[in-house]
């Protein structure tokens, strides 16, 4: 059965930036001045869709239901060449450390770690209106340009405690009893496994103004990398730490031997993440207090023989805790920043001067035409003034689409098919 908790660290959402304003065909009327010419506006950019990192938020639970994003469409131009005015970019909160990630391909698109702004979907550009397109041997054009359609997107955002230390090891070994005694941090407390069921964030004071973010992860099992227990879920917040406070019960409490156990968990993080697995660790001992000479011994001597610092205390009765904390962060001042996810997603790029089209036929007598592009031109046009259609048969021309209609074998009134429009083809 499914634990339900109100931390949510995953969650899937549509993007959709504004459409831009469409241009305005619009003619000067003043009293006393005669044809006074064309003075419609350009139309207003579309809103862009803006994350921004929020340091008061902690979970991603407001994108649980609301799924879908849409920034408000740039306004339309207006007469005496008045250009419509720009839409409000949308800007959408998330907590610090979220990463941003292209649904589809799973490559980062942006790593939200600081208060900067990121524009994730830009909005349409606006059109031009017909003032634009005035010249002297066509002075009175019935036509303007609509508004580009803004990026449409679909991201997973993903939440990346930023934190200095993690505490990392089985379930019930002390890692919430820890935490809560070298931070302020309160988690829930119990002797049974997966008491902690989320993320627990403490500041830890060294003094004299020194601290760092210790991270208590909830409890990782053999298997975690491939979904078992609830470490699957949470491994992601181990990646951002800086170093590993790998917590072993030496006592053997649990009936487990604690060399598997730190065995276990680090073949589960190789598994997870090859990087985690050279992530430095201090291995803290725990439950010392109730273990044997000879456990805390045989124990010290197979971590040292590894290269690795052993600790051993008991987060019970503080016995070695209170030294912590100071070396926890002697060992972090050595260490690089917390690391910062690099973007890699790249757009793909539109084809050159963004006039791509195919041409298919698709009976004997009829041709089918698909370019976005030209749908929009053609959403601009008077297509019952003389003017329009000439401007809209030099776009067919010089954008190669005649040639290769002649290629394909079209004749005189064979139909010609584009969008939701339909011609008849004439020399």
Known sequence: MAVQTNFIDVASVWLHAGKGGDGAVTFHREKFVAAGGPDGGDGGRGGDVVFVADPNLSTLMDFRYKRKYTAADGEKGMG??????????????????????????????ADLSDGKAVTVAKGGRGGFGNAHYATPTRQIPKFAKPGMPGEDMHVTLE???????????????????????????????????????VPTLGVVCCGEGASFVCADIPGLIEGASDGVGLGHDFLRHVERCRLLLHVVDISGSE??????????????????????????????????????????????????????????????????????????????KELPPVPVFQPEYVKPEAAPGGRAFTVTKTDDHVFTVEAPWLE????????EDYESLQYFQRQLDESGILAELGKQGVEENDTILIGEYQFDYIF
């Open 80 to 109: 005496k060449n008045c250009h419509g005015a720009n839409a409000e970019n949308l800007v959408i909160r998330v907590p610090l450390g979220t990463v941003i990630k292209d649904a589809d391909s799973g490559l980062v698109i």
């Open 376 to 383: 929009r031109v053609l959403d601009g046009s008077n297509v």
């Open 159 to 197: 939440l990346k405690l930023i934190a200095d230390v993690g505490l990392i090891g089985f379930p019930n070994v002390g890692k919430s009893t820890l935490i809560s005694v070298i931070s302020a941090a309160k988690p829930k407390i119990a002797n049974y496994h997966f008491t902690t069921l």
């Open 255 to 332: 009936a487990r031997d604690p060399k598997e156990d730190f065995e276990k968990i680090n073949a589960e993080l190789a598994k997870f993440s090859p990087a985690l697995a050279e992530r430095p660790q201090i291995v803290l001992g725990n439950k010392c207090d109730i273990a044997t000479e000879e456990q805390i011994t045989a124990f010290r001597a197979f971590i040292e023989a590894k290269g690795l610092p052993f600790v051993p205390i008991s987060a019970a009765t503080r016995q070695g805790v209170d030294a912590l904390p100071g070396m926890v962060y002697a060992r972090l």
